[in-house]
C-alpha cells in the first residue's frame, strides 16, 4: 500500500507543481524563484551629480519569468536618481504608486506641489526647503529625503526606492525593492 501512495505522489507531484508554477521545466523542483532580475544595472559617474538636488532621470531595465514562448518579458520603469546631500545619492521609481499609470515628475521648488504657480503663493502647509517627486494627475507628494514619504495625495504608499550602490566614483543602480507590478 505504501508503495503505491510513493508511486502516486511521484507521478502527481510534476505536474501539481508545474500547476502551482508554470515557468518551471518538468522535474526541477528546486529551482531558484522566479524574482525579476535588471537586465543590466544603470550607472552614472559621481560628476553627474555636481551639486545638491541634482536630478537624474533614467530608465531601468527589469526582465520578469512569464509563461510564453520567450519565457521572459522585459519592463521598462522610469526613475530618478537624485543627490540629496553630499555622497547621498538615491533614486526612485517614476511609477505613481497610486496604481492608476501616472509618471511622477521631479520639482524643484519648495512647494508641497500644489496647484499654485509659485512657491511665494503656496497656501499649503508642506512647505519644503528641498525638492520634491510630485503626481501631475492627483497631487500625490513625496519627500525625498525621508525615503519618498507621502506629504499629501491619496497615495497609499511611497514610490518604490531602488538600490544604490557607490564603488568609487561609480554610482550603480542594480535593483528595485519588491513590490512593482
Request: net charge positive; aromatic share 10%.
Amino acid at each position: 500500500m505504501c508503495v503505491i501512495m510513493v508511486f502516486s505522489f511521484g507521478i502527481l507531484a510534476s505536474p501539481l507543481a508545474r500547476f502551482l508554477k508554470p515557468t518551471m521545466k518538468p522535474g526541477e523542483f528546486f529551482q531558484a524563484a522566479d524574482m525579476p532580475a535588471a537586465v543590466r544595472n544603470v550607472e552614472f559617474n559621481l560628476t553627474d551629480f555636481p551639486a545638491d538636488w541634482t536630478c537624474r532621470p533614467f530608465e531601468f531595465q527589469m526582465k520578469y519569468v512569464v509563461f510564453n514562448p520567450e519565457q521572459e518579458q522585459i519592463r521598462k520603469i522610469p526613475g530618478f536618481a537624485v543627490r540629496i546631500a553630499p555622497g547621498n545619492i538615491v533614486a526612485f521609481s517614476r511609477l505613481c504608486p497610486n496604481g492608476r499609470g501616472c509618471i511622477l515628475n521631479y520639482k524643484s521648488e519648495s512647494c508641497c506641489g500644489c496647484i499654485e504657480s509659485t512657491v511665494e503663493q503656496c497656501i499649503c502647509a508642506a512647505k519644503r526647503n528641498h525638492a520634491i517627486l510630485v503626481c501631475p494627475s492627483h497631487q500625490s507628494t513625496f519627500d525625498l529625503t525621508q525615503g519618498g514619504r507621502v506629504l499629501a495625495g491619496p497615495a497609499p504608499r511611497p514610490p518604490l526606492q531602488f538600490d544604490v550602490i557607490r564603488q568609487g566614483d561609480v554610482i550603480s543602480i542594480n535593483r528595485l525593492e519588491v513590490g512593482i507590478s
